[in-house]
């Protein structure tokens, strides 16, 4: 396949689907300072609950989550960790070495 012109992802584009993503887990009540719908929460911003670091060699994503109570964090928790790897990677070919997340809370 021929190469016609490069290809850059915004890292906003890259917010968007880790916040879609880790909403439709089951078990997570919210992402602190996440709405989709809100412009100012996609940035790297201090009142944001996602924040996305583009090292040399990494995408390193941290979380700050208020999960169900009914559920078992660990396991809620490594599905968040394994669907936002594989749901960037598939949508835009970028590979996260690491999701760190806090667990803010529970309701």
């Avoid at 890292?11 to 300072?33: A, F, W």
């Avoid at 700050?64 to 078992?72: C, E, G, R, T």
Wanted: with cysteine; glycine share 6%; charged share 20%.
């Amino acid at each position: 396949m021929e190469f016609k012109g490069s290809i850059k992802i915004s890292q906003d584009i890259v917010t968007n689907i880790i916040g879609i993503t880790v909403s439709e887990i089951e078990g997570v009540n919210c992402i602190i300072g996440y709405s989709p719908n809100t412009l100012i929460n996609i940035k790297n911003k201090d009142n944001s609950g996602i924040v996305v670091d583009y090292n040399e060699n990494s995408i390193v994503v941290t979380l700050s989550v208020i999960l169900d109570k009914n559920y078992i964090i660990t396991e809620v928790c490594e599905k968040i960790q394994t669907q936002v790897i594989e749901k960037v990677k598939t949508m835009t070919d970028l590979v996260i070495n690491q999701v760190n997340i806090y667990v803010a809370g529970i309701i």
